[in-house]
């Protein structure tokens, strides 16, 4: 049974959906691989062959799994590549006015990222947008995961929130997954990690704009 009353919720990812970060991702991905001596690659290769947990993107990449020793030295060169480049990403596009005007409509919204929680929360903070959100959960633990236990403990959090009635939106796969893993939808996004083929094979609506996305939101949570 939903819970009685409950408003629509939004459960947004960060990176790559709010935060326009691809330049920063790709650039610390191949920041990563040149470490071991791997040839760069593109945006587009990244979007079609991105996937979690991302050894296994990186295994698509080099033909097999990194060792112990290479994924920690890919893990460690990457967070400190995007650190510094970071600083110059900002929001995509219409980001500040979608929030409001969910908010506006009575619906509630909150963030889970597998960005280290200790960095998101001063991130959202310094973008003025932290106010929107019921709550705002970045990762805890080891990095290269999937977020659907994630998402079961954010949703377990969240008071009033029925899963039935809230919608995720990312620009991943795992998004879609760790939706259905708590009896949510997704909506995702092809302005981020994803291009638009890797994410149709999902089966959930996929959109250009976030514009579109609160609109799928809207729908799917009516």
């Not at 979690?52 to 967070?79: I, K, N, S």
């Not at 949703?155 to 795992?174: F, K, N, S, W, Y």
Request: net charge negative; aromatic share 8%; glycine share 10%.
């Amino acid at each position: 049974m939903g819970k009685q009353g409950a408003a629509a919720h939004i459960v947004w990812d960060w990176n790559g959906t709010l935060f326009h970060d691809t330049d920063a991702v790709i650039g610390a991905t191949n920041a990563a691989f040149a470490e071991l001596g791997f040839e760069p690659i593109t945006l587009e290769q990244y979007r079609e062959l991105y996937c979690v947990p991302v050894p296994r993107f990186y295994e698509r990449l080099m033909g097999r799994l990194p060792t112990d020793a290479e994924w920690l030295v890919m893990d460690e060169t990457f967070h400190r590549y995007y650190a510094e480049h970071r600083l110059v990403c900002g929001l995509a596009e219409g980001v500040p006015g979608l929030l409001s005007d969910w908010g506006a409509a009575g619906h509630s919204q909150s963030i889970l990222s597998m960005y280290g929680h200790e960095e998101l929360v001063p991130l959202v903070r310094d973008f003025g947008i932290e106010a929107h959100f019921v709550r705002v959960d970045g990762r805890t633990g080891p990095s290269g995961g999937s977020k659907a236990e994630h998402m079961v403990r954010h949703l377990e959090a969240l008071v009033g929130v029925d899963p039935a009635r809230t919608v995720v939106i990312g620009d991943a796969a795992d998004d879609a997954l760790a939706a259905r893993h708590v009896g949510a939808r997704a909506v995702l996004y092809t302005g981020g990690s994803h291009g638009r083929a890797s994410l149709e094979v999902v089966g959930v609506p996929v959109v250009d704009t976030l514009t579109e996305a609160v609109a799928e939101a809207r729908r799917l949570a009516a």
